[in-house]
Every structure is written in C-alpha cells, then in structure tokens.
C-alpha cells in the first residue's frame, strides 16, 4: 500500500503511472449510488457505515481509480457535536441557527472520537476491502465550515463572513479557532482508523484577497495541518479560485497543494514552491464535451505537469452532478495509458 502509486506521488518518488482520482467520485454521478441512496437523507447515510463503505468503493470499482475518498461531508463533524444543521437536497448544508455572536459560539464544543464511531468503523470496514488501494480522509477547512456557519448556508458572496472577519475580527479568531480544533479532531479520527491520506477542503477561500487569507485564515488552517503532522501521512490542501493563494495555501503546511483549473499546473507548481506535489487540474464542465476533446485536454494537463516532480490527476474541482460516468472511466484509462512508464 505505501508503494501504491498515490501514495509515492504524494511523496514525489517515481510512479508507474499518474495517479488518478476525482473531488466527488463518490455520489450523484453514479446510477448505482443514486439507487442506494434512494430514501435515505443524506447525513443518515453518512452515520450508516454499510451504506458508506458501499458508497465509497463503488468509484473504485468502476473507474478503477487509484485513491478512494472516504463518503461523507465537510458538516459531519459539526452535526456530531450537535449543530443544528442539515443536508437539503439539491441546496447542501443549511444552520438552522447562523453563527453571528459570541454567545452563539456555545454550538461548538470540541470534538471527541465517540461522537464519530461509525466513521472509525466504516473507516476499518472500507481499508479492508480496499487492499492496496489508499483510503483519503477529509473534513472541511476553518474558513469553510465558518462561511457555512456564519451565513447559515451556501452562499455565493460570504458578505456576514466578511462582514464578521473586518468587523469583528475576535469573534471571527475565535470561530476558526474552534473549528481547527474541531478539524484536526476530525482527521484525527481518519488517520487513526486506517485513512491514508487526508485532504483538507477550504473550498471557498478563493473568495479571500491573499493579506486577508494570510492575516484571518492562515494560521487556523496551519494549526489542522499541524496536529496532524505526526501522523506521517501526505496532507493535501485546496480551494477552488485559488490561484492568488496557492503560494500562501502551500506556506499553511501541506504536503501536496490541489490547483483549479483557472492557473496551468506548470505555473501553478511554481507558486507552490518547491517540495510539494500538485494536484489537479481540469475543469469538471470538460467531461461533457466529447472523448476526443476531452482527451486532447487532459493531455494539455498532463503536458504542463511533465516536468514537476509529483503529480496526482485530477479535477480542478468536484465531479458535476450530470456528468456521464463512463467519461470519468473513460477518462482514468487515458492518464494511465498515457503516463505508463
Ligand atoms: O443528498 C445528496 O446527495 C447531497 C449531495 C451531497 C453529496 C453527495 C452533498 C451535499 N455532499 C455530498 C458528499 C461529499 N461532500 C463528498 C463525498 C466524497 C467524494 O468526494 O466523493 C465530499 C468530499 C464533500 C465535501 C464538501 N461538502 C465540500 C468540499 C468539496 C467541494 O466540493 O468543494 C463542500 C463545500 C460541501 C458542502 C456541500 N455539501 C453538499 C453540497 C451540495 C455542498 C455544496 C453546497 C454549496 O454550493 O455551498
């Protein structure tokens, strides 16, 4: 397993191939996830582990993809320490009381491994079946799961995080603060139960202009990558839109740095700086365009990615709900074909 090719690009060793997994192969692409979800809320299904270790290989089994990612979601740590919070279909995570005060706060208390056990369990039951392939663990990033709670759901500008993060700026330390606690629990828990990697998403960081990023999120994220660090398993970070940040995402301690598809990874890799392996990068909308097209860009990909010492393939974000999934296995075979050494 720790010469599994992920896990040595990860590292930045020589592969066989490049490695290749998606952000969202687990999920809505998948007739046979649809099926088994079919009647089952979404957080429920995320504290049943039969249903989450069925849901989590099925992408390995049927893209033959060289990482699976652990079933779950960046809130599931939040409704186990008892946030008031759900998973609404087509909307995603809505807080039914928002994070707008210091007394508000009291919603989160620090996580504690039996406030999560089905993910310990699905986690064992998951690398069991897994053999040699890596299992990533991930959770969402302080800046993240703030904007979640603070709004009290998806947003498309952040205005009460923002608002929060240069209006009061104690009480928004003080919000990420025990959310990195809350995170680095929640890894915590992945790593100890067999995760092999973990990926930490801050998926709407790319919001954050990069002095605000370095003086507001910054340190709570390098204090998740931190208290995992003992742990020796490869840490991964990304946000979507965030090509002005990459040289600051890479500084808060990660081992490999995920780019989107708006910076080529060749230019990517040297914001990152050296020692680091990249992640990405192509755009979840070109699976819709035909096999050739979509082959001839992620050749473009794999072209600016020749030169750097570790890559891993993938999107430059998460697998769109539509999207046909044998374009995603269709899609595997290329890299690995193309990248054979
Ligand atoms: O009922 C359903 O099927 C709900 C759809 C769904 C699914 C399948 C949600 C709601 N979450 C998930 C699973 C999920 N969430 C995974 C699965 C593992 C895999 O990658 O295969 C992962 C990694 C996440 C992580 C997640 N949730 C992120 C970070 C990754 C990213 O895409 O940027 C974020 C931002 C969320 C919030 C969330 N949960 C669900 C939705 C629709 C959203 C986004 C809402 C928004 O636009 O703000």
């Known amino acids: 397993m720790t010469d599994s090719p992920f896990l040595r690009a990860c590292r930045r060793e020589p592969v066989p191939h490049t490695p290749v997994w998606f952000m969202r192969q687990a999920g809505r692409s998948l007739p046979e996830y649809r099926a088994l979800r079919a009647g089952t809320g979404m957080l429920e299904a995320c504290a049943r582990p039969d249903m989450v270790t069925e849901i989590t290989l099925q992408p390995v089994r049927r893209h033959h993809v060289d990482a699976a990612i652990y079933f779950s979601d960046i809130v599931v740590p939040l409704k186990a320490i008892g946030v008031d919070l759900d998973i609404k279909p087509g909307v995603g995570p809505v807080v039914a009381h928002p994070i707008r005060s210091h007394a508000d706060l009291e919603q989160l208390r620090p996580l504690e491994p039996g406030d999560v056990s089905y993910v310990t369990e699905a986690i064992g039951m998951i690398t069991a079946e897994l053999g040699a392939t890596p299992l990533i663990g991930f959770a969402g990033a302080p800046f993240t799961l703030a904007s979640y709670l603070i709004e009290g759901g998806p947003s498309r500008n952040h205005e009460h995080t923002k608002a929060m993060m240069y209006g009061e700026p104690q009480l928004f330390h003080a919000l990420l603060e025990r959310l990195s606690g ?160």
């Open 182 to 341: 809350i995170t680095a629990a929640f890894l915590d828990v992945q790593i100890r139960a067999g995760a092999s990697a973990v990926q930490l998403f801050d998926s709407w960081v790319g919001a954050l202009a990069p002095a605000d990023y370095r003086r507001s999120v910054l340190p709570h994220s390098a204090k998740v990558f931190e208290a995992v660090a003992h742990h020796g398993v490869p840490r991964i970070h990304f946000g979507v839109g965030t090509g002005e940040l990459l040289g600051l995402l890479s500084e808060a301690g990660a081992d490999v740095v995920g780019a989107d598809w708006r910076v080529p990874l060749d230019e990517a890799a040297r914001r990152i700086g050296g020692g680091k392996t990249v992640q990405g990068n192509l755009d979840p909308a070109v699976l819709f365009a035909p096999t050739a097209a979509v082959e001839e860009q992620a050749a473009k990909v794999l072209d600016a990615a020749a030169g750097l010492p570790g890559h891993i393939f993938n999107l430059g974000h998460g697998v769109l709900p539509d999207t046909d999934p044998d374009a995603l296995t269709r899609l595997t075979a290329f890299v690995h074909e193309r990248t054979a050494r």
